[in-house]
């Protein structure tokens, strides 16, 4: 194993929750059970490069402030080399299996889309070559529409066919690498696919052009035979007032309208729920019965701020009712749990990279068992279950089966119109939760 960049640094353990020690796991044992999966086949934990290695520390009010040991290479591309080297020593140290990345993360982008694509494929090689002896994978790639300023107006919604352009020669060149990486799935968040005023937008021509740059996309992946999963990650705001992929629901009437279901399933980042108005629960319960649940970005955002803070996921309890979901779901694979997550500024010693890791890690690990747990006793469920009763026998039965319309039910109604409900439990059901916790 690699011990050039972060020499101070192990192998992470398992040393169990009694351990004092920051750089061992409490609870993440990739090959315990849990179920019929090890916990490393259920979570399919990810490193994501623009945080973790491209990401700098800096904020709208202050520069980069993270220490990392490739930063004092000056050229460019040695620095591009130097840092992909590190994403393996870090993923090997913290037994991650994948990483994700941005085209613009892993390379430098140079005078003209010529050259940037040749420094793409300089460091497209020492991937393959560092995936090939390390058995690493990639989960996702994608590319960076948002960053440069050509992107100002959008990238595939921008008013200018030229950005449109660019930004499909981008996407195109993007899926190929993934496909050589052999990545298991493609992202497409839409960076600046939204609006600041309806002033100067044509949203209707915006969304056309969105469905037309997606479907070139589904049939430039079936030419080449990326057979990877395409994904739509979906964001209420920021960067632009209103992003188009607003939350699920939103995708979903997209990719509906569009002919595209057939297509794409839906990447959920904690964050970008949050923001939406919506729990991270909801967002994934909603792509599960519609049967689009692809992958997560397992972040989680500040409930008091109104941006996307992208932290380490640390809080259990949510990260209960999302496994929750995936289990019921059957898991998640080819996606995983991409940690789209940035340390906070104040943490910016190298070693943070591998604390804050562990402390997302052993976060899912322990919610993975409360939720096998929870699912697997069946209160909630047969809680569930026997509160939509009766549209499993007599009148709720016809409707359910769509065997009855409204003038039956006048009927039923007239002679049944004394109502009796029943109590929604819901202190009851948080405090089962509870003693699972
Ligand atoms: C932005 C975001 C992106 C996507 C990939 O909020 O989450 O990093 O995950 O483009
Ligand atoms: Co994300």
Request: aromatic fraction near 10%.
């Amino acid at each position: 194993m690699q011990n050039q960049f972060f020499p101070d640094i192990p192998r992470i353990n398992y040393e169990g929750p009694e351990s004092r020690n920051p750089l061992a796991f409490k609870f993440y044992q990739p090959d315990r059970k849990i179920g019929d999966k090890t916990m490393e086949q259920h979570l399919r934990f990810s490193v994501a490069y623009w945080h973790t290695l491209t990401g700098t520390g800096a904020d709208p009010f202050g520069v980069g402030a993270n220490l990392r040991p490739w930063l004092s290479i000056s050229d460019p591309m040695e620095q591009a080399r130097a840092r992909m080297r590190a994403c393996f020593e870090i993923l090997e140290k913290l037994q991650v299996p994948f990483f994700c990345f941005h085209d613009r993360d892993i390379a430098p982008e140079a005078e003209t889309l010529r050259e940037t694509n040749r420094n793409l494929d300089q460091i497209v090689e020492l991937t393959r070559e560092l995936i090939a002896d390390s058995g690493k994978q990639l989960l996702w790639g994608t590319a960076c529409l948002f960053n440069h300023p050509r992107y100002v107006h959008g990238a595939a919604t921008s008013c200018n066919a030229d950005v449109f352009a660019y930004a499909a020669a981008q996407v195109k060149k993007a899926i190929e690498v993934t496909h050589y990486l052999g990545g298991r799935n493609y992202v497409f968040w839409g960076g600046r696919e939204g609006y600041d005023t309806l002033l100067n937008t044509d949203m209707g021509l915006e969304l056309d052009n969105l469905a037309r740059f997606l479907h070139m996309a589904v049939d430039y992946a079936a030419e080449i035979g990326f057979t990877g999963q395409l994904l739509i990650e979906p964001k209420p705001k920021e960067p632009t007032v209103h992003q188009y992929d607003s939350d699920v629901e939103s995708c979903l009437n997209f990719l509906r309208a569009y002919n595209l279901l057939d297509h794409f399933k839906i990447n959920i980042e904690q964050n970008h729920a949050i923001l939406a108005g919506h729990t991270y629960q909801h967002e994934i319960h909603m792509a599960r019965i519609n049967g689009v649940l692809g992958s997560m970005d397992a972040n989680e955002g500040a409930y008091l701020l109104g941006w996307d803070t992208d932290q380490m996921a640390t809080n259990i309890y949510e990260a209960v009712f999302a496994l929750y979901e995936v289990l019921k779901a059957g898991g998640l694979a080819p996606g995983g749990l991409n940690f789209d997550a940035k340390l906070r500024r104040p943490s910016f010693q190298p070693d943070d990279i591998f604390i804050g890791h562990i402390a997302a890690m052993d976060t899912y690990a322990r919610a993975l068992e409360i939720a096998h747990n929870l699912l697997g006793a069946g209160e909630i469920e047969d809680f569930i279950a026997e509160r939509y009763r009766s549209y499993r026998e007599g009148i709720g039965r016809k409707i359910a089966d769509g065997s009855i319309g409204f003038k039956e039910l006048e009927l039923y109604a007239l002679e049944h119109d004394r109502i009796v409900n029943s109590s929604g439990r819901r202190e009851m059901l948080e405090a089962i939760v509870n003693r699972y916790l």
